[in-house]
Structures are given as structure tokens and as C-alpha cells.
């Protein structure tokens, strides 16, 4: 993903020293490290101090799509943020936490 740079920004980075390749803000001699795993490892740690064992992220999603389902968020839209390639593999695991489909055919009966 990109994101345009003001002018302004432009110009600040353009005056600053020579660096040492393409990146302002990285060197290229460390890591990346990505957003999702420093989430990983800091979701890890506060499980550590909560006293959760074998924790992993991943056990969050559950809870995750029900809690958008309960607040009426579209199946569809619960289906795109979890990254399924379906919404019927969505479906397949939370249809029963589905209030807007459930509130919307209660309307029309």
C-alpha cells in the first residue's frame, strides 16, 4: 500500500543528508517487522500476564465475526474482513449469530 506525501513532507525529506539506499525511514539492515506480527507478539505477552495458556491470535476471530454479527454488521462485510474467499465458509461457521439476516426476515414476516 502507498500513501501520497504532502509537499510539504516532500520537501522536508528531500533536504534532509544523503542516505544510504532507497528507504527514509529503514535502512534495510534490520527486520521488517510487520503490523501483524508485532500484534502477535504483544497480544502474546498480555495473554502471558492474564494467565492464558497455548494463546494465539487466531482464537480471536471467533469472537471477532459473532461480535460484528451481533451488532448488525452484514454477513457479507464480516466475510471480507476475515479474508474468506466465500461468504458461504462465513456462513458456514456463524450463520447462527446472523442478527441483521434474522432481524431482516423477522421485518418481512
Known amino acids: ?55 494465539h491470535p487466531h482464537r480471536l476471530r471467533d469472537t471477532f465475526a459473532v461480535e460484528l454479527l451481533l451488532s448488525e454488521v452484514t454477513i457479507h462485510d464480516v466475510s471480507t474482513l476475515l479474508g474468506h474467499s466465500s461468504v458461504q465458509t462465513t456462513e458456514r461457521y456463524y450463520a447462527a449469530w446472523n442478527t441483521a439476516k434474522r432481524n431482516r426476515l423477522a421485518r418481512i414476516v
Do not use: N
Not at 528531500?14 to 525511514?25: D, M, S, V
Open 1 to 55: 500500500m502507498t500513501v501520497q506525501l504532502p509537499s510539504l513532507v516532500l520537501e522536508a525529506l528531500a533536504a534532509l543528508p544523503e542516505r544510504e539506499g532507497p528507504c527514509y525511514f529503514w535502512t534495510g539492515k534490520s527486520a521488517r517487522q510487520t503490523c501483524a506480527k508485532y500484534w502477535r507478539v504483544r497480544l502474546g505477552q498480555i495473554a502471558g500476564r492474564a494467565g492464558v495458556r497455548a494463546f
